[in-house]
């Protein structure tokens, strides 16, 4: 029998965050640790956006309290930054973060419907957006994705779209725009991007998931609204492995549903509860 291969998957749900083993193809999932304790210093407040970076260090949107913060793989606390405002620096109900390939941060700064950049030390080195429709404009963007090109992805939610930009925050181009066909979307709250360059959105009003070639080209779309395996009730994050396997956090439902690339269902875990191993309300996804 061959060796089996494990994924470490992060979620965030309303107080806390978790971590489990996934197996290759979905054939087991265990739980594995949460995150904070009754004894822990760094608490948060309904956290939803999380990545992980080249190091295995984890960082959270805490999305109530205004910041960000950064873990080890383990649960322990390196980092956090921000406070709730409109200036340099501040945040106004963050909802997803993400890291490019040296350890900067970007941050959907929802609320304030803008993209801010940090440095490793949490330094607010640029800022892009306002609240609007033009290019550039956002309103209230809820995911954002770093590729390994160096471009950055946004969902723009309330105007249900994706925008493309540089790491300097200079503007691409754009896709998507309300709708329920293969190219346009209903509130649009994740995006990811795998090492081939596929864009995978998270089309939450309209209960799918939707792969694009990055120039936004519709390639392939799953899911319908429902309560079964392959189904989805209230989407709100997505994330992508190493190998271009999907995993979809549905909220309502509590659990994980994991994908091919293909939208070939693999498996699911989790469901609503709370036991070690359920889930209550999972708002954001990332694997090691």
Known sequence: MG???????????????????SSFGGEAYIYENHWPTLLYQRYLNHPRGIILDGSGNVYVADTWNHRVQMFTSEGAFLAAWGSQGDGPGQLHFP?????????????ADTGNSRVQK??????AVRTWGRLGVEDGEFD?????WVDRHGFVFVADTGNDRIQ????DGDFVGKWGGLGNDSSHFSRPEGVAVDDIGSVYVLDTGNGLVKKFTSDGEPLKQWGVFG???ERFA???????????????????????????????????????????????????????
């Not at 909802?95 to 941050?107: L, P, R």
């Not at 940090?118 to 330094?123: I, M, R, S, V």
């Not at 997505?238 to 309502?252: C, E």
């Open 3 to 21: 060796q089996v291969g494990w994924v470490r998957v992060f979620l965030a749900t309303s107080l806390a965050l978790a971590s489990c083993l």
């Open 140 to 144: 209230g963007p809820q995911g954002i």
């Open 227 to 229: 309560d079964s395996q």
């Open 95 to 107: 909802e997803s973060v993400a890291v490019d390939t040296d350890a900067n941060v970007y941050v």
């Open 164 to 167: 493309v930009f540089t790491t």
């Open 118 to 123: 940090f440095d490793q030390a949490g330094t």
């Open 234 to 288: 209230d989407p709100e994050a997505l994330t992508v492995d190493k190998d271009g396997n999907i995993y979809v956090a549905d909220t309502r439902h509590g659990w994980v549903q994991e994908f091919s690339s293909e939208g070939v269902f693999l498996g699911w875990w989790g469901g609503f509860g709370f036991e070690l191993g359920k889930l209550n309300a999972p708002q954001g996804i990332g694997v090691a």
